[in-house]
């Protein structure tokens, strides 16, 4: 199975300042269709998990520009550029390049 | 607007059987692939069971091959999870979600919670 490993795994962030959330796989996520199936999603409190990023940097409908994703092969990136009140919560990248799908730990974004 | 409504969750004894609704709405629901993910505290998300959009394809979690068996009505536009032989472990919130062409785990419904529990 991928593994998928983030970090940090709690993050508390400053409004108005940016936070980045590592993820790394224990597979290269290319798929043999040449795409790169790893997503971001958000839970905020009491919410299902949401989806903010697919195919590593393409921002699903509704999203805030704010959220940005980066990578490829084994190491990839979510950033927000500037925390705002109702990005606290936990966010987790997943891979679905294979079966099974896996997810990272998750990793808590509060304010300070 | 795209609507996922998971039901049928409840307690059950070690042992029984449940089975899992998804109600879809607000998508052509017999295009896509539909997905359950269980969520719990220790383990956090979970992927469970996909299952194609003609039930043609199926693919489970080691952790529940044998035991949950995926299906799909889609002139219901409905998804299940049948569950047998649960376990304490099988304790979680079960949500679903679909898959859209290359967007996997699109949505998701607001979770149905399990307990496993004499």
């Known amino acids: 199975d991928c593994v998928m490993t983030q970090t940090p795994l709690s993050s508390p962030v400053t409004l108005g300042q940016p936070a980045s959330i590592s993820c790394r796989s224990s597979?290269?996520?290319?798929?043999?269709?040449?795409?790169?199936?790893l997503s971001w999603l958000q839970q905020r409190p009491g919410q299902p998990p949401r989806l903010l990023i697919y195919?590593?940097?393409e921002r699903f409908s509704g999203v805030s520009d704010r959220f940005s994703g980066s990578g490829a092969g084994t190491d990839f990136t979510l950033e927000i550029s500037r925390v705002e009140a109702e990005d606290v919560g936990v966010y987790y990248c997943?891979?679905?390049?294979?079966?099974?799908?896996?997810f990272g730990q998750g990793t808590r974004v509060e304010i300070k | 607007e795209v609507q996922l409504l998971e039901s049928g969750g409840g307690l059950v004894q070690p042992g029984g059987s449940l089975r899992l609704s998804c109600a879809a709405s607000g998508f052509t629901f017999s295009r896509y692939a539909m997905t359950w993910v269980r969520q719990t505290p220790e383990k956090g998300l979970e992927w469970v069971s996909t299952?194609?959009?003609?039930?043609?394809?199926?693919h489970y979690a080691d952790s529940v091959r044998g035991r949950f068996t995926i299906s799909r009505d889609n002139s219901r536009n409905t998804l299940y999870l049948q569950m047998s032989g649960l376990r304490a472990e099988d304790t979680a919130i079960y949500y679903c979600?679909?898959?859209?062409?290359?967007?996997?785990?699109?949505?998701w419904g607001q979770g149905t919670l399990v307990t496993v529990s004499s």
């Open positions: 997943m891979q679905a390049t294979q079966f099974p799908r896996t």
């Open positions: 979600a679909n898959d859209v062409g290359d967007v996997f785990f699109q949505y």
């Open positions: 195919k590593v940097s």
């Open positions: 597979q290269n996520l290319v798929h043999s269709n040449g795409n790169t199936y």
């Open positions: 299952i194609s959009a003609h039930s043609d394809g199926f």
